[in-house]
């Protein structure tokens, strides 16, 4: 069966610090994977999605930027976070077009 | 293009009471329709989907939803609340692309 990790599950960084956050995905090849991050009190915000290694789409300019590495790997990261970068980040994954995407049990980020 | 509108960002019912969460949507294609919950600093977990087959769906929990073509609608209910049901409810809906359009969400609390 399928799987998604991501990590770390929390993290407190200073405004101006650089962020990494990771996730991979078990048990399945060539999936489409999101980004999102959830503010307090607010829906999902698509960040970015990716349907093969090397290829991403952005979807709001912004303080971050997207990596993926290898096929099941998914990286956000930030070089000098800023206090509205806070929030809750997931990773999900679907098998293919308008499929089923999985979520991952979330990041939770606080920017001080 | 595809959007979802959730009525009600909070909704209260007693345990017992029947749940109806509100969640119409827009499409310029034949939607697939889902719905999300998601359990305070987890992830989400899907509930159910619609992809064109039964316009009845049931899902996990002893959740259903039913798609309304004609009040683009796809409304979310339980016959009876348990206490275990209070979380977050997110609608979404995807186009013909990878991506999904989710909602903002409804909060359900649940009262003894």
């Known amino acids: 069966s399928q799987t998604i990790h991501q990590w770390p599950a929390t993290l407190v960084q200073p405004v101006g610090s650089p962020l990494s956050l990771e996730c991979t995905v078990e048990g399945t090849s060539n999936p489409n994977l999101y980004w999102y991050r959830q503010a307090a009190g607010r829906g999902l915000q698509l960040l970015f999605y990716?349907?093969?290694?090397?290829?991403i789409s952005s979807e709001v300019p912004q303080n971050l930027s997207a990596s993926r590495p290898q096929d099941r790997q998914f990286i956000l990261s930030s070089k000098k976070l800023l206090l509205s970068d806070s929030g809750f980040y997931l990773c999900a994954w679907s098998g293919t077009t308008r499929e089923t995407q999985y979520f991952g049990p979330g990041t939770r980020l606080l920017v001080l | 293009a595809q959007s979802v509108t959730q009525l009600g960002s909070h909704v209260s019912v007693s345990e017992g009471a029947l749940v109806l969460l509100r969640c119409n949507y827009s499409?310029?294609?034949?939607?697939?329709l889902f719905w999300y919950v998601q359990y305070p600093n987890q992830g989400l977990q899907l509930l159910l989907k619609y992809t064109s087959a039964a316009t009845l769906v049931k899902g996990i929990n002893g959740f259903e939803a039913e798609f309304k073509k004609s009040e683009t609608s796809f409304h979310l209910t339980k016959p009876s609340a348990h206490m275990s049901d209070a979380a977050e409810y997110f609608c979404?809906?995807?186009?013909?692309?990878?991506?999904?359009?989710f909602g903002t969400g409804t909060r359900l609390q649940v009262f003894p």
């Open positions: 979404a809906v995807s186009d013909n692309t990878d991506k999904l359009i």
């Open positions: 990716s349907v093969g290694i090397g290829q």
């Open positions: 499409s310029s294609v034949p939607p697939y």
